[in-house]
């Protein structure tokens, strides 16, 4: 963690060195308990420290990852429209934030924005976003918050206010969850908010199997590099002792359950060693590291209606391989 990450970090009360190792601990246990169970599991939210961070963003430019691409264009065509149903003097709340460069565009067309609070747990990649953004738009409060937004610590650390809310959650992160896990979610975020607040979410569509696999096994093999990173991480932070080379990167679309898998499919059988445990693999059993979950317009729709939310209006693409929803918390 660099100097500007730890002042920042002191001047809003929090101890760094805490923080780091809360955190630490936390990515332990899981992965000693996803690695112990069977099927064998690692949440894809540890994917994105600093280096996955980095080569999703490379994912992000390839011709193959259409998501990104499709929906940056669906955003181009629509902002005006979008910031209208955000209105005037409205705190934008971006779980997940990254380097928050898809709120950036929606920020600079809205009517007065009274504040911007991201929450994501890559404290440097975030505050250098909030250096960013503050250059360009000097008038707009950006409070970052700093851990794991399916939790509900960093919600309490939100600033309490009476203006109107409304979460922005972009990038079809809610694929990421499982059908129950995603209506858990959305509850959670409607709680958060108050009635008439709302919610502006990105979900990639269900389309053919090719397009989908295509993006999530890239022709430059940047997919391959960014899952088998998680196992670096594990052997840096962890004392792990895995031969990434003995993992191969798989990527499918599962039809019934309308999701693109990530595995790492152990390529011999082979005994690893994280934190001082033991972790036998059989030649092509596979890690499970990530779920896609796609939707149809009418099952997102019908997500919001169980979670607490009021749909308004989508923006999609004319192929509808995405599509954008806002939604009113009733």
Not at 171 to 193: C, E, H, M, V, W
Not at 266 to 293: A, D, R, W, Y
Not at 294 to 304: I, Q
Request: proline share 5%; net charge negative.
């Amino acid at each position: 963690m660099n100097m500007a990450v730890q002042t920042t970090l002191r001047e809003e009360g929090r101890d760094t060195r805490s923080l780091e190792c809360s955190h630490l601990g936390q990515f332990e246990a899981d992965v000693l308990s996803g690695l112990a169970g069977a099927p064998k599991t690692l949440p894809c939210k540890y994917l994105y420290d600093e280096a996955g961070s980095k080569l999703f963003e490379a994912i992000c430019e390839l011709d193959d990852y259409y998501l990104t691409r499709t929906e940056a264009d669906i955003f181009q065509n629509s902002l005006d429209s979008m910031a209208a149903f955000l209105g005037p003097s409205t705190i934008l709340v971006e779980p997940g934030a990254g380097n928050c460069e898809k709120a950036e565009p929606l920020l600079g067309r809205m009517d007065s924005p009274h504040a911007y609070c991201p929450l994501d747990i890559s404290p440097e990649i975030l505050l250098a976003a909030q250096q960013r953004i503050q250059a360009r738009l000097p008038n707009l409060n950006v409070t970052p918050v700093i851990g794991d937004f399916t939790s509900e610590d960093p919600w309490a650390e939100l600033p309490v206010s009476e203006h109107r809310r409304v979460i922005f959650f972009p990038g079809s992160t809610i694929g990421n969850f499982t059908p129950d896990q995603a209506k858990g979610l959305l509850r959670q975020f409607a709680k958060y908010l108050r009635a008439g607040d709302g919610l502006l979410i990105g979900a990639d569509l269900v389309k053919d199997s090719v397009v989908l696999e295509r993006a999530y096994h890239d022709s430059k093999h940047i997919t391959e590099q960014f899952n088998k990173n998680l196992l670096t991480r594990i052997n840096s932070e962890l004392n792990g002792n895995f031969d990434v080379d003995a993992f191969a990167h798989r990527a499918f679309y599962h039809r019934y359950r309308q999701r693109v898998e990530m595995h790492l499919v152990s390529l011999t059988q082979q005994t690893v060693t994280v934190s001082g445990q033991e972790f036998s693999f059989k030649e092509g059993e596979t890690i499970h590291t990530e779920n896609s979950h796609k939707y149809t317009l009418n099952g997102l729709k019908e997500l919001l209606e169980q979670t607490g939310f009021n749909p308004k209006q989508y923006w999609t693409d004319n192929k509808q391989h995405y599509a954008i929803y806002y939604a009113n918390v009733l």
